[in-house]
């Protein structure tokens, strides 16, 4: 049952300009195995991924393919030894085809050096067929294709180079649920032909679903490599984050009150339509939908982005009428947005600045910054949020996930908000921040915020939310008590088709 | 402050201006005096102003092309608004600035209001505002202007050149607004991200028709001081001053995609192709040679900053 690795890396370091990103860890793949890998962000899964698909060369330590010492200086080399990876932001160029995709750089020939398409495209439909995808067309170019259809183009990619070893980086992180039941048949029909799979993912159920073996690496440190039969989810967590993880979802307990905001038939385009809701003090209100449902466009226009063409918001009463981000700031709205490195954050910017920049005329007489002020304030908003960083000056693209999504929520408390959007506060989170952001969420409907949560994450939703608002097509399909609330519940209302849409 | 916060562009770039400023003292007995140097200084101004402006305009990751044409527009206004329409001078001057600061304003409009970029719209309005003073002079020049005019440009105060003090408390204001101000944190924000800064409340939009506007301004301002150091006006004026004003930036270390620059580094870009141009003819050295070399100096002094930079918004 247990055979030799193929692959084994002993020892393996590597430090980039004086930080070590990984210290000393060992890791190993047997053919015919899934081995997950698993860590919190910037635990060195990365990085161990790297070295093996000949990225990166470590500081120390060994690799061996077959018992034989190897020294990868290129991905090239990691790809002659049977080594190759499936990347999270999938390396595929949208122009070519299928075909043309699959065989690039490596296509064969006929005599006089000339390619071979028919043989290219025959190969490339018999490779597809292998992994049960009948249904994609090889001359379709792939920028028309969907992520899960991309994904399998990879996977053909790797196999048509006869990998002995797949590397997957987060496969599941941008599948819809069907495409992920897909993705697992795949990797299951690979482990039986014997090739030997590196699975990287945060899902637990996906780990506990496919996996052979488990390692687990925390702070560039290796933790333990156990048997999935040994282990269950608590435990791996634990070594994730160094420390037991009392509950999923801490749902503090706030005292609701007074409505702060009412919607009444909001309209913008067609993914908000004829919305109608409340939202009180000291509540969280989940938003539930499908992707493309319209849960962020209700977001951007309560948040002026795109302001509402028709229907009335009120706020404490009152009515009023956002027209950009900048006034629905000084109403007390806040928005926590979905894409955190493009909208969220300055990256190239300190954390300092980051935090102050939603509120810059309150850290400010006149048009002068008040700096000692604004590093003040920055300090405390990192202490009590427990952002993770070096000092206040570091860069916020230098910061996990994790951290710069409270980076993100710091700035926002800046504005002393009455109302917080959340738009997929944990997504590309780690477990152990992910906590600590619900933690906090529970702290901000204690001192009295309203919340709006959207999330894809159906756990989150039901866990978090003590109402939960159900969107599809753009319309409120459900809204449902925190009591009443069950997976199956709030499932429908999402896959709910509106009979009147034409009208 | 540690020894790494010196390792930065600014200043490798003052060090660079140490040597060539050496360096051409060596070539010519005429060139480190203190006459030279200041008229040196008169001569840079006109750029030095327009190139303050355009390291707010840069750092948004904008940039604006259309200043030597309105340079040489509110030049000729000057001229016309005095001789043919018949106003006093002082009141002249002020309306072709006034007149300079609104193109600059259409500017931003066009490229805020229409999401034009940047590059497109100045390059557009270049062609335009040159070809308005091209029709407005009728190929005619304006001259004899009144002797108190050219102080100005061609007089001195305290023993400096006039337009030096201009230059030099231009240079300190805008330093201070881009340091220190919320309205520089606001033009970093901006280049850096600009989505982001949307989604944080800033007034994107607001920002930029504001730096559009005072690039006019100070490229107006610079065209009323150009009429009263070369005592006549014509309708050429200022024609390419852009590209020197974008290379003292962009050798001052502002990164043409934004984000990134301040204004100590874009004047001692200034001077260090000021001294350049100067020091090299005075050595004898012909004009082709000097733009060649500034063009090199130029590609060094970026390549030396990538290597030891990363981020440089203090």
Known sequence: ??????????????????????????????????????????????????????????????????????????????????????????????????????????????????????????????????????????????????????????????????????????????????????????????????????????????????????????????????????????????????????????????????????????????????????????????????????????????????????????????????????????LGIAYVPEDRGQQGLVKQMAIRKNVSMASIERFSSGIFIKAGEEAQRALDAVKRLRVRCRNIAQPVGELSGGNQQKVVIAKWLETNPKVLILDEPTRGVDVGAKAEIHTIMGELVKQGVAILMISSELPEVLGMSDRILVISGGRLTGEIDRADATPERVGMAMTAHQSGEAA | MNWKSLLRHETFLALLLVVVLIVLSFQSDRFFTVSNLLNQGRLMTEIGLIAIAMTFVIATGGIDLSVGSILGLTAILTGVFWQNVGLPLPVAAVAAIAVGTFAGFVNGLIITRFTVPPLIATLATLALYRGLAEGISQARSVRGYPDWFYVLGQGEVLGVPTQLWILAAAAIIASIILAYTRWGRTVYAIGSNEVASRFSGLSVEKTKLALYTASGFAAALAGVIFVSRVSTTRSDMGTGIELDAITAVVLGGTSIFGGRGTIAGTMIGLCLIQALKNGLSLAGVKGDGTIMLIGAVLILAILASNLFERSGTR
């Open chain 1, 1 to 330: 049952m247990t055979a030799a690795p193929y692959v084994s890396l002993t020892g393996m370091s590597k430090s980039f300009v004086g930080v070590k990103a990984l210290k000393d860890v060992s890791f190993d793949v047997r053919p015919g195995e899934v081995h997950a890998l698993l860590g919190e962000n910037g635990a060195g899964k990365s990085t161990l991924i790297k070295m093996m698909s000949g990225l990166y060369s470590p500081d120390a330590g060994t690799i061996t393919i077959d018992g034989k010492e190897v020294r990868f200086a290129s991905t090239r080399d990691a790809s002659a030894a049977g080594i190759a990876t499936v990347y999270q932001e999938l390396l595929l160029f949208p122009e070519l085809t299928v075909a043309e995709n699959v065989f690039l750089g490596n296509y064969p020939r006929r005599p006089g050096g000339w390619i071979d398409w028919s043989e290219v495209r025959a190969r490339t439909r018999a490779l597809l067929d292998q992994l049960d995808t009948f249904d994609l067309d090889v001359d379709a170019k792939v920028l028309t294709l969907s992520v899960a259809q991309r994904q399998r183009v990879e996977i053909a990619k790797a196999l048509s180079k006869d990998a002995r070893i797949l590397i997957m980086d987060e496969p599941t992180a941008s599948l819809v649920e069907s495409d992920v039941q897909r993705l697992m048949a795949v990797v299951r029909q690979l482990r039986e032909r014997g090739v030997g799979i590196v699975y990287v993912s945060h899902r637990m159920p996906e780990i506990f679903a496919l996996a052979d073996r488990v390692t687990v690496l925390r702070d560039g440190g290796y933790v333990a490599t156990r048997d999935i039969g040994e282990v269950d989810e608590a435990e791996l967590v634990s070594m994730m984050v160094g420390r037991p993880i009392d509950s999923l979802f801490p749902k503090a307990e706030a005292a609701i009150g007074d409505t702060v905001l009412e919607v009444k038939n909001l309209n913008h385009g067609r993914h908000v339509q004829d919305l109608s809701f409340s939202l009180r003090r000291g509540e969280i209100l989940g938003v539930a939908g499908l992707v493309g449902s319209g849960r962020t466009e209700l977001a951007l226009t309560l948040f002026g982005m795109t302001p509402a063409t028709s229907g009335s918001i009120s706020l404490e009463g009152r009515t009023v009428s956002i027209t950009s981000p900048r006034q629905a700031r000084d």
